[in-house]
């Protein structure tokens, strides 16, 4: 089997890649500025989703398309760029897949588009959608574009991972490096919920949806377990062998905090240390059900979170990510 991954040099990109090349297929993969390790073993292309006419020679002669390519929450750009790469990007990858002769596209959305999820259980993917943010928005936006090109004839599959952490993240990382430093505070009560998946269930997932997925179908790929934010902190605090603090404060006061940073370190054009695509993680619920993704495909996570989390610090550690 023949693969394309875009995005390949991200996180789950980047273990996919690496699980496909165990299984024996041949990758291709489309790297906008930063290459895979070893690149050798993989046929890469260096581009921009956003230039639509280069993609249909690139995809000719792959059998799956893996779109991964992403702007991604807290990125340091404009609406409009996260509308062309996470939207008109998607509609540019589907067209040319579909020109190209790919077979069957595995399309990444995000569990963001579900918004705050406002019952205290589970939620199915066929939940009501209600995007919070621009990357949200655009997401779903890019989520409605493959489910078209599914209606339309494509054999398009939709991905929602869970909060997915593991070796080699970097977005779950700046949580994980906080915490295990004793540099975290709990600003809230912790009882939002959240659905971890550690990577290695998440890509046995993925690599079922592209044998097994239903055209036209959106599948939630996440952990076994649903666990409130307050949990996932005391996990993260007890593999690193430290402790956190807590200090709870009012919504409005975090959200308007958030808001001032943001905008005070857009100036000198960094990144602030509390945003609200950051506060999204701890006051807006994403409890994923895998039941759909259980009885059709056979997706059956492993991962313990407690466990898996001491296995990623000391990957964080062997690699020198931490001290």
Not at 200 to 227: F, N
Not at 236 to 265: C, D, N, Y
Not at 298 to 307: H, L, R
Request: net charge positive; hydrophobic share 40%.
């Amino acid at each position: 089997m023949k693969a394309f991954i875009t995005g390949a040099s991200g996180f789950i990109g980047a273990h996919l890649a690496e699980e496909l090349i165990r299984r024996k297929w041949q990758v291709s993969v489309l790297v906008h500025k930063q290459d895979l390790p070893n690149p050798q073993r993989f046929r890469t292309f260096h581009g921009d989703i956003k230039e639509a006419a280069a993609l249909k020679d690139m995809f000719r002669g792959s059998d799956v398309l893996f779109h991964l390519a992403a702007a991604l929450g807290g990125s340091r750009i404009d609406k409009r760029e996260f509308f062309e790469i996470n939207a008109e990007g998607t509609e540019n990858i589907l067209k040319a897949a579909q020109e190209a002769g790919i077979q069957r596209v595995i399309h990444f959305s995000s569990a963001g588009v579900l918004g705050s999820i406002k019952e205290n259980q589970a939620v199915e993917e066929d939940y009501s959608p209600s995007p919070q943010d621009v990357y949200d928005r655009t997401k779903f936006e890019g989520e409605r574009i493959a489910l078209r090109y599914a209606k339309e004839g494509s054999d398009v599959v939709v991905v929602r991972p869970g909060w997915a952490y593991g070796p080699y993240d970097r977005r779950t990382f700046k949580l994980i490096k906080a915490v295990a430093t004793g540099r975290f505070i709990l600003p809230i009560r912790g009882t939002t919920q959240q659905t971890p998946v550690y990577i290695e269930d998440l890509i046995q997932g993925v690599l079922l949806c592209a044998e097994k997925g239903r055209t036209g179908e959106i599948y939630h790929l996440a952990g076994r377990e649903v666990l409130p934010v307050k949990d996932i902190v005391s996990f993260i605090a007890q593999a690193a062998g430290v402790r956190f603090s807590s200090f709870p404060l009012p919504i409005l006061t975090l959200k308007t905090a958030a808001f001032i940073m943001e905008k005070a370190f857009a100036l000198i054009n960094k990144e602030a240390p509390l945003t609200r695509g950051k506060l999204a993680f701890f006051i807006h619920p994403k409890p994923l059900s895998i039941r759909k993704a259980r009885n059709e495909l056979g997706y059956e996570p492993q991962a313990d979170f407690k466990d898996s989390m001491k296995t990623t610090i000391d990957w964080y550690r062997k690699n020198s990510w931490l001290p």
